[in-house]
């Protein structure tokens, strides 16, 4: 089924004050510097309900949206500047707000949720992967005809990572109920880790194997709440007694698909899993508000098979992240070029490795996102992956399950999503229930 979507109107939205003269400049991080110029985002899907506000006509509810976005700028006031080389100048340029109609009903486009059918909710700027100046913001509702509604949040991935997107739509969402923010944001990454200019590699560190130059799929599994539980106690040991559903969810991706990869391959190659955590409450002094990439990758590596049971992965990927915390409380900008230059060796690998990466949204809060018109039905990211071998974990709307969107090169696929551990896990594409 076809679903059309038509722009109706295209936006900038200023700061509802300027920005104080002496914040004008804001200096990116080391961290910042060395991420993917590309947009990361989020969509957040409302169902209409004749007692809230989206009962209201959808001008109401866009001039809501817009009103509240012009009020939390001051707040968020990088993401209404424009980047310049290695800093913002937060020059109040704006944000740009785009609206747009959606000829189907939200229950129908929600019973086959495939990335393609999500690309058209996001505004086509945030589609790129090239480096973009301006806007660091951009918003894009979609109103469908039924009433429902999908608010799509990209921001630069210069200057946030998901925790940071998290903490916006959480402002937002308290600005449009006409309340303060709770979480002010601290814009102070650039003072635990500042560039150091003679050692800086000239580009953002790459990934090997864009997607663009593989056959690669996206699909979507999802782990409800008991077959997580049966997971959690299939992957407990006298190691782990008590593994977390992404520690479980993650142990399971990493084994099936290096299986895949093995099957379809006549030698057995090192498999390497790396996993984006963030720092913060790890360094010391940095405030949990940091706005930025405050991340840091942990590396697990599989050599031989030596990890062979899902027990053997959450025992090594518990110790491993133990390990990080313990030794990162007094992370550097040197120390973080250190860890560069081996993640650069694991990367060069590349023809003989398989490199993995898998990425957790978990417990970030975005199913609180009540803009006045009750919490989303449906929380997902944007679906398609720039990289092969990745996999984004999301909280289901219960908080006790997991929705994984898996990026994988065409022949692993096919084996991974008939692996039977994963279909004794998890569902292919569910429909989402509202």
């Known amino acids: 089924m076809e679903k059309k979507v038509e722009i109706l109107s295209r936006e900038v939205i200023k700061p509802s004050s300027p920005t104080p003269n002496d914040r004008r400049i804001l200096n990116l991080s080391l961290l910042d510097i060395l991420s993917s110029p590309m947009y990361t985002g989020a969509l957040l899907f409302y169902a209409a309900d004749p007692h809230n506000l989206l009962g209201s006509s959808s001008e109401e509810t866009s001039l809501k949206l817009k009103k509240s976005l012009s009020k939390t700028l001051p707040i968020f006031y990088p993401l209404a500047g424009r980047i310049t080389g290695s800093f913002i100048e937060c020059n109040d340029e704006g944000a740009v707000f785009i609206e747009a109609k959606v000829d189907t009903l939200l229950s129908e486009f929600l019973k086959f949720p495939v990335p393609e059918s999500l690309e058209p909710l996001i505004p086509v700027e945030a589609l790129s992967r090239e480096a973009v100046t301006w806007p660091v913001l951009l918003i894009q509702a979609n109103f469908f005809s039924c009433g429902g509604l999908v608010i799509t949040i990209c921001i630069s991935h210069k200057i946030t990572d998901a925790t940071s997107l998290a903490m916006f739509i959480r402002g937002w969402a308290e600005s449009a109920r006409g309340l303060g923010i709770t979480l002010i944001p601290s814009f102070t990454a650039s003072k635990f880790f500042p560039p150091l200019p003679d050692e800086l590699p000239l580009k953002p560190m790459e990934h090997k194997g864009k997607v663009e130059e593989m056959k690669c799929v996206t699909k979507r599994f999802v782990f409800d709440a008991s077959k997580i539980k049966k997971l959690r106690d299939k992957a407990s040991s006298n ?137 989303p039905v449906w929380v997902t990211g944007r679906g398609t992956s720039s990289f092969k071998n990745f996999m984004l974990l999301i909280d289901a709307k219960d908080g006790d399950g997991i929705e994984a969107w898996i990026t994988l090169v065409d022949k692993h696929m096919l084996l991974f999503e008939h692996d039977e551990e994963i279909l004794e896990s998890a569902s292919l594409n569910p429909p989402v229930l509202i």
């Open 239 to 375: 190691l782990v007694k008590n593994p977390t559903r992404v520690e479980a969810v993650t142990a399971l991706f990493w084994r099936c698909a290096t299986k895949a990869s093995r099957l379809s391959s006549s030698t057995t190659r090192t498999s390497v899993l790396q996993i984006p955590v963030s720092i913060r409450g790890k360094v010391d002094s940095l405030p949990e508000n940091t706005i930025g990439n405050m991340l840091s990758l942990i590396i697990l590596k599989n050599q031989e098979g030596r990890l062979d049971g899902i027990q053997d992965v959450v025992n090594e990927l518990r110790k491993t992240k133990e390990n990080f915390s313990l030794n990162c409380k007094d992370m550097s900008s040197s120390r973080v070029l250190e860890s560069l230059e081996e993640i650069g060796k694991v990367h060069g690998r590349g023809n003989e490795m398989d490199l993995w990466m898998s990425n957790s949204w978990c417990k970030l809060g975005m199913y609180e996102a009540d803009f006045g018109w009750g919490k």
